[in-house]
Nanobody, 125 residues
Framework: QLQLVESGGGLVQPGGSLRLSCKTSGFTFYYHAIGWFRQAPGKEREGVSC???????SYADSVKGRFTISRDNAENSVYLQMNSLKPEDTAVYYC???????????????????WGQGTQVTVSS
């Protein structure tokens, strides 16, 4: 059974850092693109970053230069390093997997078939 489990969220002050992890199981991880999304209260889910099976990455304009996505195929995991956090980064963060093999990654939630349960990130002083 395919599973994605996020961890690493929490409360951080503006300007601080967090590293989110997405641990996957139940599928051939290294063939699939993985994305990170977030949803703030009253807002639509938005794409934050994604990484293809070959390591090609994409970022939303709002996080470029501050967030870095990476993957460890040996650990079946994807990470999101978030630096210089702002209050507007506050949201529930989700990782998601594209079921199609070898797809380039995209930031539309329509590209993804499997989702984790989310982890809360709160940026506040």
């Amino acid at each position: 059974q395919l599973q994605l489990v996020e961890s690493g969220g929490g409360l951080v002050q503006p300007g601080g850092s967090l590293r989110l992890s997405c641990k996957t199981s139940g599928f051939t991880f290294y063939y699939h693109a993985i994305g990170w999304f977030r949803q703030a209260p009253g807002k639509e889910r938005e794409g934050v970053s994604c990484i293809s099976n070959q390591g090609r990455t994409s970022y939303a304009d709002s996080v470029k230069g501050r967030f870095t996505i990476s993957r460890d195929n040996a650990e079946n995991s994807v990470y999101l390093q978030m630096n210089s956090l702002k209050p507007e980064d506050t949201a529930v963060y989700y990782c998601a997997a594209d079921a199609t093999l070898f797809n380039l990654c995209g930031l539309s939630h329509h590209n993804y078939d499997y989702w984790g349960q989310g982890t809360q990130v709160t940026v506040s002083s």
